[in-house]
């Protein structure tokens, strides 16, 4: 940090969007997906500096890094019944079994009517579909997940941590051989909770104290939702994992000073409007506005009518209006939530003293010190309504009253962004299924995936206990959900699961078919189980425009499932209440969601929970002893990740066989003084891209197809489909990354005309795959580059959306480009990728 740097920032006004600043974060978090390729890097840093004849062990982050295991986790089982498959996941379940000293007590578990039952049911318990609810629901005990007693289904938890530690094991052992050899990383093991959610509950600190020296807390790391610690008064932003590893290594990440638009939120949201509705609302009135690259800073009067869990939603989901961050200053309201999760009182009066002194403490009594922005906008909260989000894009949001209306347009409208051109005559096709015995009806707008997962919405108790309540008055009103959708619940931590449980609304929950299957991202990144035959085959018959709805904040086209067209972000309760309804083409103000045993009709209304409700069961169950419990489950970790072996080594002892770790040829050719760069002449172009190109079509996370070249290299080395695990798991192989980039199934080359995979290589006139053209590209020494429109790299912050292109372009040669982009991402993409953002662009 130079004297320069700081006269810039306090000259913010003439100064702002033209200067770069260095910021020193506190601390960084990274998440296993992309943690895993920034610890293969410094194992392989080690490698390097022992070649170079340096002493590996003094290759260490610099800045304190948190790795959370969470991104693992396959809902291999869900409902009460165990798939028969021998192995869903793939991996080696003897190993697993070795590793998983941990298991459930043989009991006898209630059955819930499924056709899979092979044991005999109590008289007494009633099937799925059954209008009223047995006794023993009501008796049913709480479940623990801090000690996993099995209450109830214990073996959905159970089995899904089984398979991930046998799938896993590798990346595991790697995770914590890295725990032990390098200072300043500490990881989470999985079962824990997810990165944001940890950070959230434990991780944060609020003001940090070290030598006497008082700091705020900051956090930079590589998941898009650490945004959400700004609701606690904690500077942070996800950025790329490049960046994230210099970081680690003691350098700042440099932004351009940014504008601080000040938000003013006024008024109060009618009793109907969920936290995500409010989340929606401010989500796109801001997308309106125009904050990208920009701070975004909440204020005024309704700023103080929001919870810490409200105003932590709505700062998550500032990626999907283009801010870098949306920060809530520390103030009365996050001073009394420390103070409930059981920060020392001590700690919080030194905390409020220094950050009153810093004029870091917002005070809605003294509005004549409210801070100076760069531009302030007006929200009345009155103004939001329920809505959703899609179904292609987490910013199409559709006001609840009018989904149904909305839903036959997008029918109608040409493919794209919001539609799927079904010609008319085509519309009410119905397509029967026979599922476990009976008969029912698919049609365009059937509900075929219902998750409540781990992201972003789970961390708020109100919308969680408005889905419990939900259900619970739906179950008591005889409402069930069809068996063949998929349903889940993937809970952020523990805690979710205990006030779910303490509260007495989880078998309701589980009455329908939303059961926990575990503890990290599932369905949100592509990992939900394959839908049944059946409903695959009548999709494809009828060309069904089915739909996923879930409460999560990314439903990109393809995400969730290939076959599910249409994808909608929902509150949790809404989640509920359409996999009850079966479809999104329904008017809820209209339309009945079912009826009960008399016959009366049984509408969304009948069964909406109030505010009132939730906030006292919120009161009750969300207590001090949930983050005591968190705490102690997350510092002794679990029996299957404290018995993992790991070797005791200075350098990763790489074993070549591995098609899950490897060390990566960046460093290769290093050496001690850089190589002089030379300009690119005579290149070919490997993609013609348009616009809203996401990172999630440059490197899928999500499922390996199996026509694909990093299918064609897994088999090579003796790999069934069923153990190719995801391109996620494997960001530790360059090798899958790089034949993984460009893999996306709608992905739309220019070149091409049509969704796929695919390009031209121009030399011979072939259509192939993106790698295998680009590996014949570099057979032949022409150099490469991509041509991209605007909004390229959208989405969450991956560095292989920047490696992957530049291990496929990369010729050893640059050049150089005078172009404008809109937010950090691009210009990450742009630094390290080698891409044209070609579209609106300046070049010299």
Wanted: aromatic fraction near 8%; charge should be neutral; hydrophobic fraction near 35%.
């Amino acid at each position: 940090m130079k004297r320069e740097d700081v006269m810039n920032i306090l000259d913010w006004k003439t100064k702002q969007n033209n200067v770069e600043v260095p910021f020193f974060p506190a601390r960084v978090l990274l998440q296993d997906f992309t943690g895993i390729p920034a610890m293969v890097d410094f194992a392989a840093m080690r490698e390097a500096v022992k070649t170079l004849g340096g002493d590996p062990k003094k290759v260490h982050p610099a800045c304190p890094t948190d790795l959370t295991v969470d991104h693992s986790l396959q809902i291999d089982f869900n409902k009460c019944a165990i798939q028969n498959a021998p192995n869903p996941g793939g991996g080696d379940l003897q190993k697993a079994g070795k590793l998983s000293p941990l298991r459930a007590q043989p009991k006898k578990l209630p059955c819930r009517g499924q056709t899979t039952c092979r044991g005999s049911c109590d008289s007494g318990e009633l099937g799925r579909n059954s209008g009223r609810f047995s006794s023993q629901i009501e008796n049913t005990p709480i479940l623990c997940p801090f000690h996993l007693q099995p209450v109830p289904e214990p073996e959905t938890v159970l089995k899904n941590q089984e398979v991930e530690f046998g799938r896993n094991r590798e990346r595991l052992q790697f995770f914590k051989w890295s725990s032990r050899v390098f200072k300043n990383v500490a990881v989470i093991p999985p079962g824990t909770g997810m990165a944001h959610q940890v950070n959230l509950e434990y991780l944060s600190r609020v003001v940090f104290e070290e030598k006497d020296l008082l700091f705020p807390d900051s956090v930079v790391g590589t998941d898009s939702h650490i945004t959400m610690v700004n609701g606690l008064g904690i500077l942070g932003w996800g950025v790329g994992g490049i960046e994230t590893e210099a970081v680690m290594l003691g350098l700042p990440a440099s932004l351009t000073l940014p504008e601080v638009v000040g938000c003013e939120l006024t008024g109060s949201s009618n009793p109907f409007v969920t936290s995500i509705d409010v989340v929606l609302g401010i989500t796109k009135h801001l997308r309106q506005v125009g904050v990208a690259g920009k701070f975004v800073e909440f204020f005024g009067s309704g700023v103080s009518q929001l919870s810490i869990v409200d105003r932590t939603t709505i700062a998550n989901m500032c990626p999907e209006y283009g801010a870098i961050l949306s920060f809530f200053p520390v103030d009365n309201v996050t001073l009394k939530h420390l103070e409930h999760t059981g920060f020392d009182k001590a700690k919080l009066k030194s905390m409020e003293t220094y950050l009153k002194a810093v004029k870091l403490f917002r005070n809605d009594q003294d509005n004549s010190r409210e801070p100076e922005y760069s531009q302030v906008i007006q929200i009345n909260l009155n103004s939001i309504v329920p809505s959703v989000s899609g179904p292609k894009r987490p910013q199409d949001r559709v006001a609840l009253t009018d989904m149904k209306s909305d839903f036959q347009a997008c029918l109608n409208e040409k493919v794209g962004f919001k539609g799927f051109q079904i010609a008319a005559e085509k519309q009410n096709d119905i397509v029967s299924i026979h599922y476990e015995g009976s008969e029912y009806k698919l049609s365009h707008g059937s509900v075929v995936i219902a998750a409540v997962i781990s992201c972003t919405n789970n961390c708020n108790p109100s919308v969680m206990l408005a889905a419990g309540l939900l259900a619970k008055k739906a179950v008591e009103a005889g409402l069930h959900v069809k068996p063949y959708i998929r349903t889940s619940l993937s809970p952020g931590s523990g805690m979710v699961t205990h006030y779910l449980s303490s509260s007495g609304v989880l078998p309701y929950l589980s009455k329908l078919g939303f059961e926990i299957v575990g503890y990290g991202c599932s369905t949100c990144v592509g990992n939900t189980a394959p839908l049944s035959e059946a409903v695959l085959n009548a999709v494809k018959q009828g060309d069904l425009v089915t739909c996923g709805v879930l409460s999560g904040n990314k439903n990109f086209e393809g995400r969730l499932c290939d076959c599910v067209r249409a994808n909608y972000l929902a509150s949790p309760p809404l989640v509920v209440a359409y996999a009850i309804a079966g479809t999104v083409n329904i008017d809820f103000q209209t339309e009945p969601l079912g009826t009960d045993a008399t016959g009366r009709n049984i509408y969304l209304h009948d069964i909406w929970p109030s505010r009132e409700e939730v906030h006292q069961i919120e009161e009750e169950h969300v207590v001090l002893s949930m983050f005591k419990a968190l705490k102690e489950k997350t510092e002794m970790g679990n029996k299957r990740w404290n018995s993992l072996e790991v070797p005791d080594s200075v350098l990763f002892p790489w074993d070549l066989k591995s098609t899950y770790i490897r060390c990566p040829s960046f460093f290769d050719k290093l050496t001690k003084e850089p190589v002089a760069l030379q300009p690119i002449e005579n290149a070919h172009v490997l993609l013609y891209l348009g616009d809203s190109v996401t990172t999630d079509h440059i490197s899928p996370a999500g499922s390996i197809a199996r026509s694909s070249p990093a299918a064609k290299y897994l088999t090579n080395r003796g790999l069934t489909p069923r153990e190719f695990n995801s391109y996620g798991a494997r960001r530790g192989n360059d090798a899958v990354m790089t034949r993984g980039t460009f893999a996306n199934i709608k992905l739309f080359n220019k070149f091409i005309g049509k969704p796929a995979p695919k390009t031209v290589h121009f030399p011979s006139g072939q259509t192939l795959d993106v790698f295998e053209a680009a590996e014949l590209y570099q057979k032949e020494g022409i150099p490469l580059i991509i041509l991209a429109g605007k909004k390229y790299g959208s989405g969450n912050s991956r560095d292989w959306a920047a490696k992957g292109p530049y291990l496929l372009t990369s010729t050893g040669k640059v050049f150089s480009v005078i172009a404008s982009f809109e937010n950090d991402v691009e210009i990450t993409l742009f630094k390290h990728g080698g891409l044209l953002n070609f579209v609106a662009r300046k070049f010299s």
